[in-house]
């Protein structure tokens, strides 16, 4: 069965990778009658997903332009392939985007002109049940976005301590009950494993005393399980800062966040970019010869009304847009950035690849 993605912010996201003018205060008076002229260069597309964005910036660039686009997920890679077939600007890598430094220089690419970074889920991994992300749907407990490796949810679950689950659970999901859930979670598997998601759905329903108008008991679980298991914020603190590396100057960064530990990283990192000496001051591990501004803010764009009336998705969503100065990185700064995020983030401790 083939399950659609109905894509979210597409054209102010695209609009802020290739319109010279985007963030301006005053836009430059087009020439009558004249398209848009196509942008030159290499661009990313960190969340394939279905290539919503994609299409949209591929009919935006020349025919020299290129666009390496970046999942995790197998049936992602699949359709990216297929766009790659109907298009040869397409460059496609299977894996996360937080190793974009390492992947755009085996393509012997160096630098690049636009990022773009649809975070989170895709609406056919919450909507075919045999993904397990979703609480409303049976299907085993996975929520894996790389199918092909790595432990499910399942299989975390079974050997997690309720220590652990309990801080995941409370960071990732912001969820009063945390230790609850935690508890009743080991204290099931003694008897039974948790096979499904409803099997997990209806565990933690049975704990959760007081309920959010309008939202299931076990969505901040749910959510704070896949974001651990995705190692999603770790994902996120490396390729910000990467992306200082790689963007070329003038180059835009355009990140679409849908709960606000992601919009939280996204909006420290521009601003520690964008206001060195302030971001010094707060978190003291930058160079102590703070470079000027690395980046510069454009601003940040939310839904309208009928975006959101129309997707239910889009009700969350933030898109924040920086642009590239032309200060040169200080060597270590990236290395600064990744762990200023860990800090912002919080998830330094319960980070996979933090205790490794
Ligand atoms: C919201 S969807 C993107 C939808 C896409 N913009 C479109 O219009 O079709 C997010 C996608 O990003 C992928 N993803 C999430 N985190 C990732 C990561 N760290 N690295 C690579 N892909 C990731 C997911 O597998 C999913 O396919």
């Known amino acids: 069965m083939e399950f659609l993605h109905r894509s979210v912010l597409l054209e102010p996201t695209v609009n802020a990778l290739v319109d010279p003018d985007f963030g301006a205060k005053r836009k430059r008076e087009p020439a009558t009658g004249m398209p848009?002229?196509?942008?030159?260069?290499?661009?990313?597309?960190?969340?394939?997903?279905?290539?919503?964005?994609?299409?949209?910036?591929?009919?935006?660039?020349s025919a020299q332009a290129r666009l390496v686009v970046?999942?995790?997920?197998?049936?992602a890679i699949e359709a990216a392939h297929a766009l790659q077939r109907e298009d040869a600007r397409v460059m496609v890598v299977h894996g996360g985007f937080g190793s974009m430094p390492q992947e755009l220089e085996r393509l012997g690419l160096e630098k690049v002109d636009g990022v773009m970074l649809d975070l989170g889920f895709s609406s056919p991994q919450i909507d075919d049940a045999s993904r397990g992300f979703s609480f409303m749907r049976e299907g085993p407990l996975d929520m894996r976005m790389d199918t092909s490796s790595g432990l499910t949810a399942a299989q975390w679950l079974a050997q997690v301590s309720v220590e652990e689950l309990k801080e995941v659970i409370a960071k990732y999901g912001?969820?009063?009950?945390a230790f609850q859930i935690a508890k009743a979670v080991v204290a099931r598997r003694e008897s039974r494993p948790l096979r499904t998601t409803l099997d997990l759905a209806e565990?933690?329903?049975?704990?959760?005393?007081?309920?959010?108008?309008?939202?299931?008991?076990?969505?901040?679980?749910?959510?704070?399980?896949?974001?651990?298991?995705?190692?999603?914020?770790?994902?996120?603190?490396?390729?910000l800062a990467a992306v200082l590396k790689v963007l070329a100057p003038g180059g835009r960064l355009a990140v679409i966040s849908f709960h606000s530990l992601e919009d939280r990283m996204v909006k420290q990192c521009?601003?520690?970019?964008?206001?060195?000496?302030?971001?010094?001051?707060r978190l003291p591990i930058f160079e102590k010869d703070m470079p000027q501004p690395i980046l510069r803010s454009l601003g940040r764009i939310l839904p309208t009304a009928e975006q959101a009336a129309d997707n239910v998705r889009a009700r969350s969503a933030v898109l924040r847009v920086a642009e590239r100065t032309a200060t040169p990185l200080p060597k270590d700064q990236g290395a600064s950035f990744v762990t200023a995020m860990r800090l912002v983030s919080g998830q330094a401790a319960t980070s996979k690849r933090g205790r490794r």
Do not use: C, M, W, Y
Request: charged share 25%; hydrophobic share 45%; net charge negative.
């Open 270 to 281: 521009i601003a520690a970019a964008a206001k060195p000496a302030e971001a010094q001051a």
């Open 174 to 177: 912001e969820e009063r009950f």
């Open 70 to 75: 970046f999942d995790k997920d197998p049936q």
């Open 203 to 239: 565990l933690v329903a049975s704990v959760v005393r007081t309920r959010e108008k309008g939202q299931h008991p076990a969505t901040r679980t749910f959510q704070a399980i896949r974001i651990h298991i995705n190692e999603e914020l770790e994902e996120l603190a490396l390729a």
């Open 36 to 61: 848009p002229a196509l942008a030159e260069g290499v661009f990313v597309d960190g969340t394939f997903g279905r290539g919503g964005h994609s299409r949209l910036l591929l009919s935006r660039l």
